[in-house]
């Protein structure tokens, strides 16, 4: 396979399923993709996310379920990697990005787990800011 950056893999598929109207799109299912997935389930971007089992050798796949909502307006506007494996980005809770004033979010990684800048904040921690949503 080859490929090193499967978070950044994640958000390019979703960014082009949402640009191509299509109802959801498999990625890889590592541990970091699915915490994504749930942190935009929980915010609201996407309708679901599930594991399955694809093909005869029974991989793994990742199907995130993306809404569309009435009036064909995207919840999902945008998704852009910050950190990356050759540039990592970690901040203080002081620092985190509002994300489009508030209206976006960004994910990160802490040592409290994978949280959105919100939680972050709340809980007075910071971490690697891994992508940005709106």
């Known amino acids: 396979m080859g490929m090193t ?3 950044a893999d994640m958000l390019t598929r979703v960014r082009n399923a949402v640009r191509a109207n299509l109802k959801s799109v498999d990625v890889m299912p590592s541990k970091m993709n699915v915490s994504i997935a749930r942190i935009l389930k929980q915010e609201g971007f996407i309708e679901s996310y599930e594991i399955k089992k694809e093909g005869k050798r029974g991989h ?3 199907r995130i379920n993306l809404r569309s909502d009435v009036g064909k307006k995207k ?3 945008g ?3 910050v950190s ?3 540039c990592r980005i970690y901040m203080k809770c002081e620092e985190l990005p509002y994300v489009m004033g508030g209206l ?3 994910i990160l990684s802490t040592s ?4 959105t800048d919100h939680e972050a904040r709340k809980l007075k921690v910071g971490g690697e800011v ?3 949503v709106w």
């Open 5 to 7: 950056d499967t978070i």
């Open 60 to 62: 793994e796949i990742l």
């Open 75 to 77: 919840v999902l506007s």
């Open 79 to 81: 998704l852009q990697r």
């Open 84 to 86: 990356r494996p050759g």
């Open 104 to 106: 976006g979010i960004a």
């Open 112 to 115: 409290k787990g994978v949280l």
């Open 130 to 132: 891994i992508c940005k």
